[in-house]
Structures are given as structure tokens and as C-alpha cells.
């Protein structure tokens, strides 16, 4: 059997698109009866929130190294009470955000760990096959 591929902006027989919605209802219909699509919102929001946690905990540390160490050049661009406030909230963010990385750190974790394990087990296998 010979396959073509479709170019992106190609029309598809109605047979294909009916083919494609019922593929993709199914697969919703499954992912609704299962819960899978907790597991997928959850897996989600670790890796953006541990992403997010580190962009923000990397900014405010480089707020707090340059506003302690330059501070009188920080001044000349902004009034005391927007660095204070700016410094309050890097503060903040420098204490709270590590727990958030947290959930990303385990995530990425338990793959190394499974791909070690996995990378074991084939080599001990590999050795018992010959």
C-alpha cells in the first residue's frame, strides 16, 4: 500500500475528515473516561509553574545582587518607593519560588532515574541474549 503525504494546505475527502473526527473523538471520549486528562493538566502545570518559578526566582536574585551592590546608581532611574517595593517583591520571590521548582526537580528526577533503570535492563538483557 502506498501512502502520500498531504501538503499542508491540500482539501481531504470527506472520508478523511470524517476518518480524522472520529479519531479525535474517540481519543477525547477516552481521555474524559480515564481522568488521563488530569494527569496531563497536572504534568503541566509542574513543568510551566517550575519553569515560571525559575525565570522569576532568576530575575529577582539579579534584582537583589544589583540593587545591593549599585544602589545609589539604581536610585538615579527610579524613586525609593518603587525600589522598595520592587526589592519587597524579589524578596518574595527569592524566598517563595524554590518550592515551586521543586515539583519540576522531581519530574525530571523520576525520568532520569526510569531512563537509567531502562538503560540497565536492556543492557542486562542484551548480555543474557547472547
Not at 502506498?2 to 482539501?11: K, V
Not at 517550575?50 to 534584582?63: D, P
Amino acid at each position: 500500500m502506498q501512502t502520500t503525504i498531504q501538503q499542508p494546505g491540500a482539501q481531504h475527502t470527506p472520508h478523511e475528515r470524517d476518518e480524522r473526527f472520529k479519531r479525535m473523538a474517540r481519543s477525547v471520549g477516552h481521555s474524559l473516561i480515564t481522568w488521563e486528562w488530569t494527569k496531563r493538566l497536572l504534568y503541566w502545570l509542574i513543568i510551566s509553574a517550575g519553569t515560571m518559578s525559575e525565570l522569576a526566582f532568576l530575575i529577582a536574585s539579579l534584582w537583589i545582587s544589583i540593587n545591593s551592590s549599585v544602589h545609589t546608581f539604581v536610585l538615579i532611574f527610579m524613586p525609593v518607593g518603587i525600589n522598595e517595593n520592587v526589592t519587597y517583591l524579589a524578596t518574595t520571590a527569592y524566598v517563595a519560588l524554590p518550592e515551586l521548582v521543586l515539583g519540576l526537580a522531581f519530574v525530571t528526577v523520576i525520568g532520569h532515574v526510569k531512563m537509567f533503570i531502562l538503560k540497565r535492563v536492556r543492557a542486562i538483557f542484551a548480555l543474557l541474549g547472547r
